[in-house]
């Protein structure tokens, strides 16, 4: 199918639009979308995008399985996920095609490549016939660029060689990209500046290909509708476009500042958590310690040796490595240190699915280590709120002396989102258990008795030398002890412990309803998708709230109060049930709906609305 020159196309103004940019690992999708997100929300759109790549490092190229994309969703109306169907999907070679073109509304754009449709990489798409030539893409509005070409053209007198040449052709894309949306390309030609300073040959390149991409869409009127977003009305304040990651780095940051203690990091890089550990080398001007360990164990390890000698320590990872840290998480439960392990949820078992997102940590962070061992459990529903999550997580393992588990995932930590930046003066105090001097009365498991919280002495401090460690204390001398009474006692009281920080967290709120035929519930990173199905049956008149989770152990005091005021409750989330199998537990009083999907992917909205209307209805 060839691409014939149009009048001059008509502009249409729209509220949202859905992008997908798709292509080989090495074709620079990741680039092309994060360019195209921050060009967008530096004109003033919301955004969410959501980052889709291959758990292979190097997949073969033109395969199925090692299609990179970058989905974008931008608009000048609120943006809470990154959107179901396309409206506008980039395919640099058949296998993007193939595997993106469901997801495409009919009648909708195609931008596409035309050199790599070659028969070597048709068949490695598994298609018996060129799909630009055989008529199936009927349905679609489809452009085919020589991109590879034009892109050889454009630079055929800077001296590069082919493989540089050839991998500047999604800049061409984002070209043609920018001039259908109305997109200023001088954020990214100052990108280029910036990333290539010591290289200003490739700086060039890639400025002269975005160039050549747009001004080839603008000049041969290859599209016939470009379209308008018009900023959206955010409250006014100074905004970063960050990924949970990063997100969550900075709110580790934000707590040491607030606490006055330094920050140590150990960890052991694993997907998709790593670019937390990335992101805190960064910043050793503010004192942050920053360990890469050998292992996961002694990741955590060295944290928990960290926050004995007086640290805010942090450890971070994945699903697997959670499972190797088990037994040092209850090495920190009965030494009643202040510990932070980030989970950065993947699917799974055992490796799973490394670059795909999953729910299914939630009874591993609750149960999974021997013995009696109840940690605080936390998780973060957006990119931008890992900030807060990040801080809250520290905030209550300082106070109340206890590894907190912070969950997040793949989803949240690698799709971005704007952030008002906060000051620090905005973030909530952090009361430390700091003991500074010694008195006749204490030893180490000495409690409050309101909080149960033991006091904090910090190695070196006259007065106040000790031990701790994995075998069971007296509850009065801190001494080894196999008592049975005190054993129990001592289970119990970190037991106690745990539920009496419901009484420092907020009260769970319900968005849209709060009371009538159907409670919509979720925790962690399927909040955009909830959020935004139940205010589209909200506003069309369904009596639908929505009530999601962040404080998983303890949950909030008034959560029976909420569940009261419901017909029917259904439990949603990317797992088989473990939160609504928690929740059946503890509240049988309330029958459980449960709506599960395990693909690796965030929910859809359209699917989550369908299932609520029909028990509605």
Known sequence: MSSKPLNKPKVQSVRNVVIRFVGDSGDGMQLTGSQFTDTSAMFGNDVVTFPNFPAEIRAPQGSLYGVSGYQVHIGSVEISTPGDDLDLLVAMNPAGLKTNLSALKPGHTIIVDADAFSNKNLKKAAYSNNPLEDGSLKNYRVIDVSMTSLTKEALKDLGLDNKTITRSKNMFALGMVYWMYHRDMQHTLNFFEQKFKKQPNLAKANATVLKAGYFYAETLELIPNTYTIAPSSMPKGIYRIVNGNTATAWGFLTAAEKSGLQLFLGSYPITPASDILHE????????????QAEDEIAGITSAIGASFAGDLAITTTSGPGLALKSEAIGLAVMTELPLVIVNVQRGGPSTGLPTKTEQSDLLQAMYGRNGDSPVIVLAASTPANCFDFAYEASRLALE??????????GYIANGSEPWKVKSIKEMADIKLNIIHHSTEDWHPY????NTLVRTWAIPGTAGLEHRIGGLEKDSNSGDVSYDPENHHHMTNIRKNKIEKVAENIPDLSIKYEGEGDLLVIGWGGTYGSLHTAVRQLYQNGYKIGHAHFNYINPLPKNTDDIFKRFKKIIVCELNTGQFSTL?????????????????GLPFSVSKLMDKFKS???
């Open 400 to 409: 109340h002396m206890t590894p907190v588990i912070l969950l997040s995932d």
């Open 280 to 291: 805190l080398v960064k910043h050793k001007h503010f004192g942050v310690k920053a360990f």
């Open 615 to 617: 028990l509605i209805d």
């Open 583 to 599: 929740l059946q537990a503890k509240f049988t009083a309330y029958q459980f709906l449960t709506y599960n999907r395990v693909y």
């Open 446 to 449: 000495k409690r409050d008795e």
